[in-house]
């Protein structure tokens, strides 16, 4: 006959192994941690995947490059790289409108107080800054934005409008203010972006011109341009 105190001892044991197993006495509590660097985890991935794209797209084109150039280029197989992105054009768009976002952060951040003459010089220092930082966010952006369907196109021409206003006020201000010289604003404006657009085309980041001399001599010839005073 058994002990009642091993009896107890043992239905003891029955009772907390019920407990620790059963889904309703004892739910799973969530690894928080776990999650959060699942998560994180997701979002480097997509990150690498985003790089990868603004090299592939500023190299070959949107249209050139295909899935499987995108997937070899981070490791992935085929099929895995629709766990983290939908659609190329889904890339394509992220790419162009995170260039947008980091050309009006520049241009939103510089002050208001200052003089138009200098707030133009941060402008141009500014726009520069992401083509040399970010050159193959900003050759997708000027490039190959124009690959996107309707819809996404004016939702990028309308920040890319945004940003031609800062420039347009800049030089709208300096003209009534008498630092610049120029007969038509809106021509002066996007002579200026267009020169400035160009720089992409062929700088290259190993060359000789670093940010800093590349900025002055740009804004040399801009304030000679619009007669700087």
């Excluded at 981070?74 to 260039?99: M, P, T």
């Excluded at 500014?126 to 952006?141: C, K, M, N, P, S």
């Excluded at 003209?175 to 657009?197: I, M, W």
């Amino acid at each position: 006959m058994i002990p009642l105190a091993q009896k107890g001892l043992e239905l003891g044991a029955l009772t907390l192994t019920l407990f620790r197993t059963h889904p309703i006495l004892c739910p799973k509590v969530p690894n928080n941690r776990s999650f959060e660097e699942e998560k994180l985890e997701k979002m480097s991935r997509r990150d690498e995947i985003l790089d990868a794209a603004g090299e592939l797209f500023s190299r070959r084109g949107f249209h050139a490059t295909s899935m499987r150039d995108l997937a070899r280029a981070v490791n992935l197989q085929g099929g895995s790289l629709y766990a983290h992105i939908d659609s190329k054009e889904e890339l394509l768009f992220e790419l162009v409108n995170r260039a947008a976002d980091e050309f009006l952060y520049n241009a939103e951040a510089i002050p208001a107080h200052i003089s138009p003459k200098e707030r133009l010089e941060r402008l141009i220092r500014g726009h520069l800054e992401v083509i040399v930082r970010e050159l193959d966010y900003a050759t997708v952006f000027f490039h190959e934005w124009k690959f996107l369907n309707p819809e996404l196109q004016s939702r990028i021409k309308a920040r890319r409008d945004d940003y031609e206003t800062h420039f347009r006020k800049t030089i709208e201000a300096g003209v009534k203010e008498g630092q610049f010289q120029v007969e038509d604003v809106r021509l002066a404006t996007l002579f200026v972006l267009s020169a400035l657009n160009w720089t992409y085309h062929w700088y290259r980041p190993h060359g000789k011109l670093t940010l800093e001399s590349l900025s002055k001599h740009y804004c040399t010839l801009v304030f000679k341009t619009l007669g700087a005073c």
